[in-house]
């Protein structure tokens, strides 16, 4: 997969991956039960991202989440908003997690605003905590999370 410049620094990716990386990251994750990944299709089958939940702790129920969709030109089609939506659900209704956490950067508003539409609530701000590739310049890392009964709320409300 070619690199892709506005999907790597909205990520913070600054590593590239052959197909062989690629194939061994998965492989390494079908073994590991503190995570579940999820890759995100396009209608003829093309692999176009991935939606993640990681970093699972069963004794607290909590976990991490992260989504990347590999390529700019599926960006702002609502295919991000689906798959969070999506994760989110699967994390309470299948893992039957208590919180799922994720971080963004602050020159990502428009991820930010999916995560809101996804019941998540900013609870912290790292302060320049992290540099802005497109200019060097400092950013914040916004701190966000959804509970349990949040979701609970969210999606009686959805099926109403």
Not at 15 to 32: C, G, K, L, W
Not at 49 to 54: A, F, L, P, R, T
Not at 153 to 160: G, I, M
């Amino acid at each position: 997969m070619t690199p892709n410049p506005e999907v790597d620094r909205l990520t913070g990716t600054t590593e590239s991956f052959t197909h062989d990386d690629v194939v061994a990251y998965f492989m390494r994750n079908f073994e590991d039960d503190t995570r579940h990944d999820f890759l995100i299709l396009d209608l003829p089958s093309r692999i176009i991202g991935e939606s993640v939940i990681n970093e699972i702790d069963t004794g607290t129920r909590s976990a991490n989440f992260r989504i990347a969709i590999f390529d700019s030109k599926n960006l702002g089609k609502g295919v991000g908003t689906w798959a969070v939506q999506q994760t989110v659900d699967y994390a309470f209704s299948e893992l039957h997690l208590h919180r799922l956490s994720l971080d963004v950067f602050s020159f990502n508003p428009r991820a930010k605003h999916v995560y809101e539409k996804a019941g998540f609530i900013q609870e912290g701000i790292l302060r320049d905590a992290a540099i802005d590739p497109a200019d060097g310049s400092y950013a914040d890392i916004v701190l966000m999370s959804i509970l349990e009964d949040e979701w609970q709320k969210r999606h009686l409300l959805q099926r109403v």
